[in-house]
Nanobody, 124 residues
Framework: QVRLVESGGGSVQPGGSLRLSCVASGYTYIGHCRGWFRQAPGKEREAVAVIDSYGRTTYSDSVKGRFTISQDNAQSTLYLRMNSLKFEDTAMYYC??????????????????WGQGTQVTVSS
């Protein structure tokens, strides 16, 4: 059973930084991609950043240049470094990995395993 557990969320002032982590276990299917998504109240879940097994990264335009996705060598832990945070970055952040029957697509990757989410709040 695949399990993804996020941590590192919290409250921060505009311009501040946070680093999210996502520990994965129980893989029976190791997909090509892992990613971070976010969902703000009243909005649809959106892809923030994706990294593939070759280390290639893709970012949404809204976070490009401010966020960095990375993973450890064993690909068991996924990170999202968030700098220069803005009010509009406030959301629940989810890590995800591919599954064969996933229903959410982002940049050619099919995501179907999700963590429980970690809240990021940017406020003054």
């Amino acid at each position: 059973q695949v399990r993804l557990v996020e941590s590192g969320g919290g409250s921060v002032q505009p311009g501040g930084s946070l680093r999210l982590s996502c520990v994965a276990s129980g893989y029976t299917y190791i997909g090509h991609c892992r990613g971070w998504f976010r969902q703000a109240p009243g909005k649809e879940r959106e892809a923030v950043a994706v990294i593939d097994s070759y280390g290639r990264t893709t970012y949404s335009d809204s976070v490009k240049g401010r966020f960095t996705i990375s993973q450890d060598n064993a690909q068991s832990t996924l990170y999202l470094r968030m700098n220069s945070l803005k009010f509009e970055d406030t959301a629940m952040y989810y890590c995800a990995t591919e599954s064969q029957d996933g229903t959410m697509w982002a940049w050619g990757c099919r995501f179907g395993y999700w963590g429980q989410g970690t809240q990021v709040t940017v406020s003054s």
